[in-house]
C-alpha cells in the first residue's frame, strides 16, 4: 500500500498531480489521450507513469497496442480524498476539453 510519503512526493511534479487528476476525474485513460489532454510528449508522460506504477498508485492495463492507466483499486481512500479536493481547487477544464478534442 502507497504510504503517506510516497503519496505527497508523487504530487509535487506538475506533471504527476495533474496526470493523477485527470485519472481520478476520467477513470482510465490511455498514455496517448494523457499526452493530448497535458500537451506533453509520451516519453514524457510514460516515465511519469511508469513512476506511478512502480510506486503502487496506478495500475496499467494493455489493449492492443496502447497502454491504458487507472488509479490503483487499493488506493487509501485518503488520497482519493486529496486529489478530489485538488481536482475541485483548480480550472483544469482546459486538459478535459483536449481529452474530447
Do not use: K
Not at 19 to 27: H, M, R, V
Not at 52 to 78: K, N, S
Amino acid at each position: 500500500m502507497v504510504t503517506p510519503e510516497q503519496f505527497f512526493r508523487a504530487l509535487s511534479d506538475t506533471t504527476r498531480l495533474n496526470s493523477l487528476l485527470l485519472l481520478e476525474e476520467e477513470g482510465r485513460l490511455c498514455v496517448c489521450e494523457l499526452v493530448a489532454a497535458l500537451e506533453l510528449s509520451q516519453p514524457r508522460i510514460s516515465r511519469h507513469l511508469s513512476q506511478l506504477r512502480d510506486q503502487g498508485i496506478v495500475q496499467d492495463e494493455r489493449r492492443g497496442q496502447w497502454v491504458h492507466y487507472r488509479l490503483a483499486p487499493d488506493l487509501p481512500e485518503w488520497a482519493r480524498q486529496t486529489l478530489r479536493a485538488v481536482w475541485a481547487s483548480r480550472d483544469l477544464g482546459a486538459f478535459r476539453s483536449r481529452l474530447c478534442a
